[in-house]
């Protein structure tokens, strides 16, 4: 199984990108983790921001693999424990689907993200710097997937 995570932004600091790389290299084969960067639109001075929201959702929708079971990174949505997060992951590797994770910019993700989203998850009530969700995805499915496997990474 494959996991998607379609996220807005690119050029991001060598923290991120490590981080990132340092938990997405320790899943095996049967979990992988891919991430997709999703170019962002012109943000600045007289910029349209609902416009740069919308054209960000078309191309991240247009970037979804195919047959992915899409689930969108959403404050409102649904808080999951580490367990229920593992609960999950085992879930998705035995559908034989593969899973995307919708990752907005700045402003969120278009309407039309969530739209398409199959479910909705929430990391956090609070508002986390989009960069910083990469790295904090990837450790909690390695955690979960720790936990599926009973590694010793997840201690709890």
């Given amino acids: 199984m494959n996991i998607h995570l379609l996220s807005i932004g690119n050029k991001m600091p060598r923290w991120v990108s ?3 790389r340092e938990y997405a290299k320790r899943l095996p084969a049967e979990c992988r983790l891919n991430l997709i960067e999703i170019a962002p639109g012109h943000r600045g001075k007289n ?17 979804i693999p195919r047959d992915c079971h899409v689930i969108a990174l959403d ?5 999951w424990s580490t367990g229920e997060l593992s609960q999950r992951l085992g879930d998705w590797m035995e559908s034989g ?11 969120g993700l278009a309407g039309s993200c969530l ?8 990391l956090s009530p ?8 990469r790295v904090l995805l990837s450790e909690q499915i390695y955690r979960a997937w720790s936990l ?3 590694h010793p990474y997840h201690r709890a």
């Fill in 18 to 20: 490590e981080g990132y």
């Fill in 47 to 63: 910029a349209d921001l609902k416009r740069t929201l919308r054209d960000e959702g078309e191309r991240m929708l247009k970037a």
């Fill in 75 to 79: 404050i409102p949505g649904r808080a």
């Fill in 97 to 107: 689907h593969d899973v995307a994770l919708l990752v907005g910019g700045p402003e």
């Fill in 115 to 122: 739209e398409r989203a199959d479910s909705r998850w929430s």
């Fill in 126 to 133: 609070l508002t986390l710097p989009h960069p910083l969700v």
């Fill in 148 to 150: 599926l496997r009973n």
